[in-house]
């Protein structure tokens, strides 16, 4: 199949050559309309914006790439090591990006991917799947981390759901009645499956009350605060991450509110702090799921036209002293 060129991106948006050249580097000097035009047609055309493609696109680079929402912090510092462990032993090097939710930002972290990577792996719950479906480039296989984009897709899952309702199950066993969900971002797949999971698991003699958060320590220590204000009572809370679980954590002990004792708290991850810091969780094995990710795909890069696949992996409840005493 031919690989498409600049021209062919020109004719398609019924712009020049030299518009082409403007959107696609991002020059300010094009209109919002001839951008959005160029962009599209480049990605029908799955045209790669470099003189190197085709020599690219026959040869392998033995480079993942990677798409995550974010670069930094305990939980994907935890999934870059695991991919990296496992591609390095297999050969590959990463190739790191981050995606935002906004339409342009993402276009522009997966097309500079193209040429440079043998195969993708993507993290992205917070995009909307049919928005981010057309995106992905159709020419390179493509692992998803907790993220649906396309039917058929190759995916890895974490069982948001029953982690939620293992730690529901746990706060009500341990005598909790009046529980605080802080949930991570509405827009976010992983935080709505883990507040469905509160739900589904929620005795009728527990009261759930859920308060909205952004996945930041800052955003559960807010939460704390507010509902100390308001004179709220409840004697648990369980974060929909493990950064916002130590925000909380913080918050109530500089109230003056013991824990376990005066409320339970308990977070989603176990990102390396939260075993520091002895905090309850769910295990998800953040390393693992990295380094089958990148094993996953460097397989079917050895196996062209493998048949996708879909793995559900089920996290684990861990118990430490915010919620159970330590002896």
């Known amino acids: 199949m031919t690989e498409a060129t600049i021209r062919d991106v020109a004719r398609r948006a019924a712009v020049s050559v030299a518009s082409v050249s403007r959107a696609l580097n991002g020059a300010s000097n094009v209109h919002p309309d001839t951008r959005a035009r160029v962009l599209a047609a480049a990605d029908e055309l799955g045209y790669v914006p470099h003189a190197g493609a085709r020599s690219l696109s026959l040869a392998r680079t033995h480079?993942?790439?990677?798409?995550?929402?974010?670069?930094?912090?305990?939980?994907?510092?935890?999934?870059?090591?695991?991919?990296?462990?496992?591609?390095?032993?297999?050969?590959?090097?990463?190739?790191?990006?981050?995606?935002?939710?906004?339409?342009?930002?993402?276009?522009?972290?997966?097309?500079?991917?193209r040429g440079r990577v043998d195969g993708l792996v993507i993290m992205a719950p917070h995009v909307d799947p049919p928005a981010l479906a057309?995106?992905?480039?159709?020419?390179?296989?493509?692992?998803?981390?907790?993220?649906?984009?396309?039917?058929?897709?190759?995916?890895?899952?974490?069982?948001?759901?029953?982690?939620?309702?293992?730690?529901?199950?746990?706060?009500?066993?341990?005598?909790?009645?009046?529980?605080?969900?802080?949930?991570?971002?509405?827009?976010?797949?992983?935080?709505?499956q883990r507040l469905q999971g509160c739900k589904a698991a929620l005795p009728s003699h527990v009261d759930l009350r859920v308060v909205e958060g952004d996945f930041t320590e800052v955003s559960g220590a807010e939460a704390i605060r507010r509902l100390l204000t308001s004179n709220a009572d409840f004697d648990a809370v369980f974060a929909a991450n493990d950064m916002m679980a130590l925000g909380a954590l913080q918050a109530l002990r500089s109230a003056g509110r013991r824990v376990p004792k005066d409320v339970a708290v308990a977070g989603f991850d176990d990102v390396p702090l939260a075993r520091y810091l002895s905090l309850t969780t769910i295990r998800v094995h953040m390393a693992d799921i990295g380094a089958r990710a990148a094993a996953r795909l460097i397989e079917r890069l050895g196996t062209p036209g493998s048949e996708p696949f879909d793995e559900l992996i089920v996290p684990a409840l861990v118990v430490r002293g915010t919620t159970v005493p330590e002896a």
């Not at 991919?83 to 522009?108: F, K, M, T, W």
């Not at 159709?138 to 899952?157: D, K």
């Open 63 to 113: 480079a993942v790439g990677v798409v995550l929402p974010d670069l930094h912090g305990g939980f994907f510092s935890e999934m870059i090591r695991g991919l990296d462990r496992e591609a390095s032993v297999r050969g590959y090097h990463l190739l790191l990006s981050n995606i935002q939710p906004d339409r342009d930002h993402a276009v522009q972290a997966l097309r500079a991917m």
């Open 134 to 192: 057309p995106m992905l480039p159709a020419s390179l296989p493509t692992v998803m981390i907790n993220t649906h984009a396309a039917p058929g897709a190759s995916m890895l899952r974490v069982d948001n759901g029953a982690g939620a309702e293992a730690m529901i199950h746990h706060l009500a066993q341990i005598g909790r009645r009046r529980i605080v969900h802080i949930a991570g971002p509405a827009s976010n797949s992983d935080a709505q």
